[in-house]
C-alpha cells in the first residue's frame, strides 16, 4: 500500500484549517507575530503543499506594532462556499475575531469583518444555507471556557444573536478550535482540549441539530498521544476534517517531534491522517487515534512540490515562504535598491526589541540541514551589523554577525538565552563579499563565515536552548518554532551601509 510521509508541512506551521474546492486542497495555519499573516497553501493530492501566500496582507488587515512574541494571530479557519473564499481568525491583543473574503485563494482578500472580541479559534460553517459561527469563550472557570455559537450572516458581518454556550467538552481543560460539520443529518462538533501541549487531544461529539444538545462520542478522544511518552510524534490534536470526491474523509491535525528528550524547537508542525466511520456513525481518525510518521496516502494521484533550495532574490517579491517580524518598516528592506539582491539596511531597531527590525526569516522545516547566504557588508561605523540569525523570539536566539572590530571586520558568534547576551566567538574577515553557513542537526547549530571555500568555523550551539520547554520555563509562553532569518541592524542608530545579500541556500541533509 502506498504511504506517505508525517509531517505533511513540516516547521511551524500549526493550527491547520483545510477545505476542498473540486480536486484542490487549500490550507492555512497560525502566524502569530509574522508578517504576512496565515500562510496559505495548495495541494491536489494533501501530501504535497505548495505555498501560494498569505491572506492578510496589508497592515490595515493586519497590525502587529510592537507585538509581544507567541501573540497576533491565532488558528484561521478556511471554508469555500457561495462562490467565495473564507478565513476567519483571531488577533490576539490585536482586537479579537474577523474575518475576510476573497475570490481567488491568492488573494487579493478584503478588510477585516470584526466580530465580538471575546474567545479565540473561531471557525464558520455553512449548512442548511445557514452560516455559524463557531469558538470558544468563558465559562465558570478560567482553564475550563465553552464552545459557543451564533447565527451569522456573512453578507452584513452581523451575528443574528448573541453566541451561546452548546458544549463543554469532556472535563479535559480549554476546550477550543471547534468545528462543526453536517455529515448526512447529523451535526458533529469536533474539538480540542488538554492544551496544545504533551496533554492535548481532539474530542467529538454530535447531535441532530446544530446547537445541540451534544452528546459525546463514546470512544473520545478521537485523537492523542498523550499515553504514548516515548513516540516520536506528540502533542496531537486541533483537527480540521476534509471530505473528498470519492465520499472518503481526511484530518489535518498538529502535533510536535520532540528532540533530546521532551524537548521541541522546529514548533507545531502540519500532520495528515485517514478518517474510517463505525458502522454506529463516529469517526475514526488514524489507528483509533494514533498517527504515524509513515501512513497509507490518499487515493489521489501524487503532486509532488520540488523543494526550492536556493533564492537568488531575483523576483519582484520574496518567495511566499519568507516573513517579517511584524509589521516591516518599508526604508529597511528592499529587492530594488540593487536588483538580484535582498537589501536590509538596519534601523535603530534590534533582535533584542519587541518591534520589527529589519529582518526576513523563513521557517526551519528539517532537523538536518545546510543554510548557506552571500553577503555584501562593508560597515563604516562600530554599532552596524549584519548577519543570519536562529530565532525562536526576542529574548531566545543565536546570531551569526558581522560587524566593526578594532582590528577591520570580524565574524561574531552570539548566543541570546533568557535575555542574556554573550559574545562566544570572533572570526577576522578582509574585505569583499563573504558566505555565511549555518549547519544543523538535531542537537546542533554550527556556524561559519568566510570567504568562499575559506570558511572558518566560530562554533556550534545547542538547539535545546531555543526549544519550547525552555523558553516556556522561563515564564514566557511560545507558540511559534524556530525561524532562520537574514538581518541588519544599527543597534540603537540608525545604519548607513547596505547589507546586500546576493542568494540564499536552504538545503536539508
Known amino acids: 500500500m502506498p504511504t506517505f510521509s508525517n509531517p505533511v508541512i513540516a516547521g511551524f506551521h500549526p493550527d491547520p484549517s483545510v477545505c476542498r474546492v473540486g480536486p484542490d486542497f487549500y490550507l492555512v495555519t497560525s502566524s502569530f507575530e509574522y508578517f504576512p499573516g496565515v500562510p496559505i497553501f495548495h495541494s491536489r493530492d ?11 496582507t496589508r497592515k490595515s488587515q493586519l497590525d ?11 488558528a484561521p479557519t478556511i471554508r469555500h462556499a457561495r462562490g467565495r473564499f473564507y478565513v476567519i481568525t483571531t488577533h490576539v491583543w490585536g482586537g479579537g475575531n474577523f ?12 478588510e477585516p469583518v470584526w466580530l465580538d472580541a471575546d474567545g479565540i479559534d473561531p471557525s464558520l460553517s455553512f449548512v442548511d444555507d445557514k452560516v455559524y459561527y463557531t469558538r470558544n469563550g468563558k465559562g465558570s472557570d478560567f482553564d475550563h471556557p465553552v464552545i459557543v455559537q451564533a447565527p451569522l450572516d456573512v453578507k452584513t458581518g452581523k451575528l443574528l444573536g448573541r453566541p451561546r454556550p452548546i458544549w463543554a467538552g469532556t472535563g479535559g481543560i480549554w476546550p477550543e478550535a471547534p468545528h462543526l460539520y453536517k455529515v448526512g443529518t447529523t451535526y458533529y462538533l469536533m474539538i480540542a482540549e488538554g492544551g496544545t501541549g504533551y496533554g492535548h487531544t481532539e474530542i467529538i461529539a454530535r447531535s441532530s441539530a446544530p446547537f445541540g444538545p451534544f452528546d459525546a462520542c463514546p470512544s473520545n478522544p478521537v485523537v492523542t498521544h498523550r499515553d504514548r511518552p516515548r513516540h516520536p510524534i506528540q502533542a496531537l490534536g486541533h483537527a480540521d476534517l476534509v471530505e473528498l470526491s470519492d465520499g472518503t474523509w481526511w484530518a489535518v491535525l498538529l502535533g510536535i517531534r520532540p528532540k533530546n528528550g521532551r524537548h ?21 481518525i488514524g489507528d483509533h487515534g494514533r498517527i504515524e510518521l509513515e501512513m497509507p496516502r490518499p487515493a489521489l494521484d501524487a503532486a509532488p512540490v520540488p523543494l526550492r533550495e536556493r533564492d537568488d532574490f531575483d523576483d519582484p517579491k520574496l518567495d511566499p515562504v519568507w516573513s517579517f517580524l511584524r509589521n516591516p518598516y518599508p526604508r529597511d528592506w528592499s529587492l530594488r535598491a540593487r536588483p538580484g539582491f535582498l537589501r536590509l539596511i538596519g534601523s535603530r531597531v534590534t533582535l533584542d526589541d519587541v518591534d520589527s527590525p529589519a529582518l526576513v526569516v523563513r521557517r526551519q522545516q528539517h532537523f538536518d540541514l545546510r543554510c548557506r547566504t552571500s553577503l555584501d557588508f562593508s560597515p563604516s561605523r562600530t554599532h552596524e551589523e549584519a548577519g543570519l540569525t536562529v530565532r525562536a523570539n526576542e529574548s531566545f536566539h543565536y546570531d551569526l554577525a558581522i560587524q566593526l572590530g578594532e582590528s577591520g571586520r570580524e565574524a561574531v558568534l552570539r548566543s541570546r538565552v533568557r535575555g542574556v547576551s554573550r559574545i562566544l566567538a570572533r572570526h577576522p574577515l578582509g574585505e569583499g563579499p563573504i558566505e555565511i553557513e549555518l549547519s544543523a542537526t538535531a542537537e546542533r547549530y554550527t556556524f561559519r563565515a568566510g570567504p568562499t571555500d575559506a570558511l572558518g568555523t566560530l562554533g556550534s550551539l545547542p538547539t535545546r536552548n531555543l ?4 523558553i516556556q520555563a522561563s515564564g514566557q509562553n511560545h507558540f511559534t518554532g524556530t525561524c532562520i532569518g537574514l538581518y541588519a541592524t544599527g543597534n540603537g542608530r540608525p545604519s548607513a551601509s547596505p547589507a546586500d545579500f546576493d542568494w540564499f541556500d536552504y538545503r536539508p541533509l
Open 264 to 284: 521541541h524547537h522546529l514548533g507545531r508542525e502540519t500532520f495528515l491522517s485517514g478518517v474510517t466511520w463505525t458502522r454506529d456513525g463516529w469517526p475514526v
Open 99 to 110: 474575518f475576510v473574503t476573497a475570490k481567488r485563494p491568492e488573494g487579493p482578500w478584503s
Open 46 to 56: 494533501l501530501v504535497h503543499w505548495r505555498p501560494i501566500g498569505h491572506v492578510l
Open 64 to 74: 502587529l506594532h510592537r507585538m509581544r512574541a507567541s501573540g497576533g494571530i491565532y
Open 467 to 470: 526549544c519550547t520547554e525552555r
